[in-house]
């Protein structure tokens, strides 16, 4: 079969065909089917343990499915269930930015060494430009005053805005966003979810998991309800919020609007 190897550029920034993932005898992916393009923001929503966070894992090669391809970029990170080889795979995850729930910042380490960590040692650039390139990101995140604090004097806010620069450090083609806002106080989300408005607006190519639906609603071309380890509607914000067509869309929406 001939394998698809897009030039970067045109093509999908990911393409998922068939993913099933489970632990144990517990089916966490179905069979999920998912395109994204350049430029596109797709907001993934549906219930706890409907899989979105084991499918976001999945697309930057943290979890290993047992079936389905994942081509990354045009590249193959996953043929058929079987992951690419380390090499190859470490590679490939410097295309994927990912931010967490929790930040998962290095504790130890300043701000600026958190951001400047990954390309010196992964990407091979210099600690001078890797820290002129850090400096310009958290210009851009509003928190170059904050280059040499250490994350634990940070407002929560403030610890997510680094974890996003520290993504954007690797020059990936495509950030994923899990729930990046569920650990923060309300007065804090607004801040966070201001940053990736500006990243959508630039062009960046996002996945964001979230319950923020005013966030989905304004800033997302494409909303994907997951259910049960499936995706069970797939629309425009327009679509899954005014005239869902699946009752399972529906009851999620009634319980979280
Ligand atoms: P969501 O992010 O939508 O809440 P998850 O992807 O975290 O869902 O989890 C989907 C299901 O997989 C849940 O039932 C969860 O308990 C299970 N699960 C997730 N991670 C693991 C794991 N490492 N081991 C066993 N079960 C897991
Ligand atoms: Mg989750």
């Given amino acids: 079969m001939p394998q698809a190897q897009t030039a970067a550029g045109d ?20 069979g999920i089917d998912f395109d994204v393009a350049p430029s596109q923001v797709v ?18 090669g943290l979890e290993q499915p047992e079936g389905g391809t994942i081509d990354i970029c045009g590249h193959r990170l996953v043929d058929q269930g079987v ?22 910042l290095f504790p130890h380490l300043s701000v600026l060494h958190n951001i400047t960590l990954g390309p010196r040692k992964l990407r091979g650039v210099s600690q001078q430009d890797a820290e002129a390139a850090a400096l310009a990101l958290l210009e851009k995140v509003g928190l ?32 994923l966003f899990d729930e990046p806002t569920s650990a923060l106080d309300p007065e804090l989300v607004g801040e966070v979810l201001q940053v990736m408005k500006m990243l959508a607006s630039e062009g960046m190519t996002m996945v964001v998991v979230t319950h ?34 699946q009752p399972r869309t529906r009851a999620f929406l009634q ?3």
């Avoid at 989905?216 to 629309?235: F, Q």
């Fill in 11 to 30: 093509g999908p920034i990911i393409r998922i065909r068939g993913l099933k993932k489970s632990y144990g005898v517990h089916t966490v992916l179905n």
């Fill in 43 to 60: 907001v993934v929503i549906g219930p706890s343990g409907s899989g979105k966070s084991t499918f976001l894992r999945c697309c930057n």
């Fill in 83 to 104: 992951m690419l080889k380390e090499s190859a795979l470490n590679a490939l995850r410097t295309e994927v930015g990912m931010v967490f729930q929790s930040f998962n």
């Fill in 144 to 175: 170059a005053h904050k280059a040499q604090a250490m994350p634990a004097s940070l407002s929560g806010g403030q610890k997510q805005r680094v974890a996003i620069a520290r993504a954007l450090a690797m020059r990936p083609r495509v950030m």
């Fill in 212 to 245: 923020e639906m005013g966030f989905a609603k304004e800033v997302a071309d494409v909303v994907v309800v997951m259910d049960g380890g499936v995706i069970v509607e797939t629309g425009t914000p327009q679509t899954i919020f005014s005239s869902p067509t």
């Fill in 255 to 257: 319980a979280v609007l």
